[in-house]
T-cell receptor, first 111, second 113 residues
Framework: NAGVTQTPKFRILKIGQSMTLQCTQD?????MYWYRQDPGMGLKLIYYSVGAGITDKGEVPNGYNVSRSTTEDFPLRLELAAPSQTSVYFC??????????FGSGTRLTVV | GQQVMQIPQYQHVQEGEDFTTYCNSS?????IQWYKQRPGGHPVFLIQ?????EVKKQKRLTFQFGEAKKNSSLHITATQTTDVGTYFCAFPNYGGSQGNLIFGKGTKLSVKP
């Protein structure tokens, strides 16, 4: 099993550009999440999904969108990138009641 | 909203010294999880505590859940350089029906050889 795979690992965007962060898991987990991590601020939930076709907002959803067309994939879309979106983005999945399995992250810089 | 206070924010120890990080909540938690994140890496699940007063051990790591289920601690005995990283506690958001976790801000541990 590859676990949770995130691509790309690094990306530099210009203000106003858009991009999609990819997340794929091969563990057949229903629950998937997107978090962002800013220095010294812990992890904040952006969006989550409890299964294919079902998504919901987390704590900091503004400026992002998600879709969940399959159990395996949970892409995060950034529209009109802003410097405030410079962060490390982690995708995670789980099967209750186990803990999260995180991907290796995407380091995004918006300039 | 729900949150936990995790202390200390930073801890610098000499190799061989012990280390403890604490998570404190104002509300009763159904369960609590602990994660470790190495520098430049991603969080890795360590353990989940569910029962009041529960104590679990993983080699040199001891995890405790308070009797009132409002606080938890992670204790490392005789730290090693491999223990370097940030330790996070996390707990379910609003009962956890969606599996969401809220993370503490973490305790960053550095170990001087």
């Amino acid at each position: 099993n590859a676990g949770v795979t995130q691509t790309p690992k690094f990306r530099i965007l210009k203000i106003g550009q858009s991009m999609t962060l990819q997340c794929t898991q091969d563990m057949n987990h229903n629950y998937m999440y997107w978090y962002r991590q800013d220095p010294g601020m812990g992890l904040k939930l952006i969006y989550y999904s409890v299964g294919a076709g079902i998504t919901d907002k987390g704590e900091v959803p503004n400026g992002y969108n998600v879709s969940r067309s399959t159990t395996e994939d949970f892409p995060l879309r950034l529209e009109l990138a802003a410097p405030s979106q410079t962060s490390v983005y982690f995708c995670a999945s789980r099967v209750l009641p186990e803990g999260y399995t995180f991907g290796s992250g995407t380091r995004l810089t918006v300039v | 909203g729900q949150q936990v206070m995790q202390i200390p924010q930073y801890q610098h120890v000499q190799e061989g010294e012990d280390f403890t990080t604490y998570c404190n909540s104002s509300t009763t938690l159904s369960n609590i999880q602990w994660y470790k994140q190495r520098p430049g890496g991603h969080p890795v699940f360590l353990i989940q505590l569910v029962k009041s007063g529960e104590v679990k051990k993983q080699k040199r790591l001891t995890f405790q859940f308070g009797e009132a289920k409002k606080n938890s601690s992670l204790h490392i005995t005789a730290t090693q350089t491999t223990d370097v990283g940030t330790y996070f506690c996390a707990f379910p958001n609003y009962g956890g029906s969606q599996g969401n976790l809220i993370f503490g801000k973490g305790t960053k541990l550095s170990v001087k050889p």
